[in-house]
């Protein structure tokens, strides 16, 4: 009796990666972005891999900041550069988020900007707004609001890439949280927020009608279409104290599957001192991170090493974790290595889940290439280096997480 015991506890531990190994080496390849079969499919997790149909998906893929309020030309020359890169997962945040539309409650960033939609011209879109009448948070679902959502979608949907979405952005470029909690004439921009009741109640408000939103174009609500592979809560949301953070987060993730089991969940934290603590968290499938090297006053080796220690942190969990931002100016004469180096770590390490790098962006409707003489991380499909190596990473992770999986999952079986 002992002996069978320990034998269905291993069967348990291992299910997911006796599942694995069975698809792999049943199949003629891993699962790609392009796959047909994945592409009606939910993401899942098995450990600290993501998962489709009972195979792994590993992720490589992109971020972009101006795809909800972009020209549908615009969206859809970022979406084909994916493609072209190899990349199966866009990462977006859903923005803008605005003051009342008459003046009388201040929009705390230029939202009357003009421009190119990568320099925050967001050209009359908004998703929220303050109704003076009301008193209270309005939703835009017309044309130049949550459509603009469901023409992404869609458009994502047809070349078979998957799309993570942030609810919210907690910074203030274009309104975010901080336009939320401004509503209420609070200047706290780490507590408030995250804190108040009305806050709070605006949140579930917004969640509930994003995920239960039917997408006028494809006829799925949010919450049953597959091209979406996670919700994230915030983009980034750096509320204080942490233990404030950490209980918004439990509270917020719960609430979200309680409205959604197809989708995984994710806290979308950056922070990488705190160790993905929110980990713990039941309800969150997946841990994030985001990583800057210049920031953080780290060499391309160092962070090489922080990568492993995230990976490491996944293990433990049991868990996947994603490095979903991570950049490094172009002008640095070491770009092009530091990035073979990082992406050839993240491909390699059986614990790592996969990256988005921060960020793809295409020619704005004006014919320009966005202009990035600040950060220099913007990634084009110019033919340059940084690009090559991008597309490669794409093209060979497929196939080295194949045979990582297999043997792995071989192993542990065994």
């Not at 989708?263 to 499938?285: C, M, Q, R």
């Not at 991570?326 to 790592?352: E, K, V």
């Not at 962006?361 to 340059?384: A, T």
């Not at 196939?399 to 071989?410: F, H, L, P, W």
């Amino acid at each position: 009796m002992i002996i069978d015991w320990q034998r269905a506890k291993l069967t348990l531990r291992n299910a997911c990666l006796r599942v694995l190994a069975l698809a792999l080496l049943s199949a003629p390849a891993a699962v790609s972005g392009a796959d047909k079969l994945s592409a009606t499919s939910f993401i899942k997790t098995c450990g600290t891999q993501f998962t489709v149909d009972g195979r792994p998906f590993f992720v490589t893929g992109v971020n972009n900041h101006y795809l909800t309020f972009g020209s549908q030309d615009e969206v859809t020359r970022v979406l084909d550069d994916a493609v072209a890169m190899g990349a199966n997962v866009v990462r977006v945040f859903l923005s803008p988020v605005i003051g009342s539309l008459d003046g009388s409650t201040a929009t705390i960033w230029n939202w009357r900007l003009e421009g190119d939609a990568n320099d925050l011209a967001v050209r009359g879109t908004y998703l929220l707004s303050w109704n003076p009448r009301e008193n209270g948070m309005a939703i835009n679902d017309g044309a130049n609001g949550m459509q603009k959502v469901d023409f992404l979608i869609a458009e994502a949907g047809k070349r078979r890439l998957r799309l993570i979405i942030a609810f919210l952005d907690f910074w203030a470029y274009t309104g975010g949280a901080q336009q939320m909690r401004a509503w209420y004439g609070s200047a706290d921009q780490s507590t408030f927020f995250f804190n108040d009741p009305r806050t709070k109640r605006d949140y579930r408000i917004w969640v509930r009608h994003v995920v239960q939103r039917v997408n006028l174009l494809n006829g799925l609500a949010y919450r049953d279409d597959p091209t979406i592979m996670a919700w994230e809560l915030m983009n980034e949301g750096n509320a204080r104290p942490e233990a404030l953070r950490l209980a918004w987060i439990d509270e917020m993730s719960s609430y979200v599957k309680s409205l959604d089991s197809n989708h995984l969940v994710s806290s979308g934290n950056a922070n990488v001192f705190e160790k993905l603590a929110d980990l713990t968290i039941p309800n969150l499938d997946f841990g994030t991170w985001h990583g800057y090297p210049l920031y953080y006053k780290l060499t391309v080796q160092q962070f090489n090493d922080m990568i492993t220690g995230f990976c490491h942190l996944a293990a433990r969990a049991k868990k996947p974790v994603l490095l979903e931002e991570f950049g490094y100016a172009q002008s640095n004469p070491d770009s092009a290595r530091a990035y073979a180096m990082w992406l050839n770590t993240l491909t390699r390490d059986p614990n790592c889940a996969g990256w988005i790098v921060w960020r793809l962006v295409s020619r704005q409707d004006s014919g320009r290439y966005p202009v990035d003489e600040h950060d220099q991380f913007d990634i084009r499909n110019d033919g340059s280096a940084r690009w090559n190596i991008l597309q490669s990473a794409a093209a060979r992770a497929t196939q080295i997480r194949k045979t990582i999986r297999v043997s792995e999952a071989i192993r542990e079986v065994r």
